[in-house]
């Protein structure tokens, strides 16, 4: 079975945590770790989108949502989830 690439493992990441197949504290625990592991391969697969899903779901999403209850967290995470989808379909990148 083929490794999936960092980018598709990356929204494979959110979109379990959005669907609850993960909880809150994996999410914290394990967010920005997978994604200084794999950033740099979802650079190379695609520069635009790596930046679009660190902007959305890093900078704007995880360091911006620390205070948050788990609930305003998941709802949170999902509207940031979708601008980051809303952004490719647009077709900006």
Same mark, same amino acid.
């Given at each position: 079975?083929?490794?999936?690439? &960092?980018? *598709?493992?990356? /929204?494979?990441?959110?979109? =379990?945590?959005?669907? #609850?197949? &993960? &909880? $809150? +504290?994996?999410?914290?625990?394990? !967010?920005?770790? @997978? +994604? /200084? ?5 979802? *650079? $190379?697969?695609?520069? =635009?989108?790596?930046?679009? !899903?660190?902007? @959305? +779901?890093? *900078?704007? #999403? !995880? %360091?911006?949502?620390? &205070? ?5 967290? $998941?709802?949170? /995470?999902?509207?940031? !989830? %979708? ?7 647009? #077709?900006? +990148?």
């Amino acid at each position: 079975m083929p490794k999936p690439k &960092s980018t *598709e493992f990356m /929204i494979k990441f959110v979109q =379990d945590y959005l669907d #609850g197949a &993960s &909880s $809150r +504290l994996d999410w914290d625990l394990d !967010f920005n770790h @997978y +994604l /200084i592991l794999h950033y740099p391969k979802m *650079e $190379r697969e695609n520069p =635009d989108v790596a930046d679009c !899903f660190a902007f @959305y +779901l890093s *900078e704007n #999403g !995880f %360091d911006c949502a620390e &205070s948050l209850s788990d609930e305003e967290h $998941r709802l949170f /995470i999902r509207k940031q !989830f %979708d601008l980051f989808h809303d952004t490719l379909k647009s #077709g900006l +990148l």
